[in-house]
């Protein structure tokens, strides 16, 4: 029995995502840090799902456009879930486009 119904789980990441907006992070990026981030990323998403009830929610989070870091994170918690998990499409946000 858990006290959870919703989940956000932030996790850590390379932030590639804001290399432009934040250019003089740029010198410590590297290109291997999306796979050394990926073992703890999908750690923390697995317990998330593993914490969740049926009918809960868990949103997964990074400032990251590495599919290693993202897609790959969310398909290994879908393989490893102790339940069955649905996946929803986020609702319709004006002024954000979506790429299929």
Known sequence: ????HRIL???PCSGDGMLRRLPRTL???TSSDGCRLHPTQAQILARAVALMPPGGKVVFSTCSLN???D???VAHALATAPH??????LPSLPGIRFAP
Do not use: G
């Open 67 to 69: 599919p290693v870091e």
């Open 84 to 89: 069955p998990v649905v996946l929803e499409p």
């Open 27 to 29: 010198p410590d990026w």
């Open 9 to 11: 789980a932030d996790v």
């Open 1 to 4: 029995n858990t006290p959870f």
């Open 71 to 73: 897609e790959a994170v």
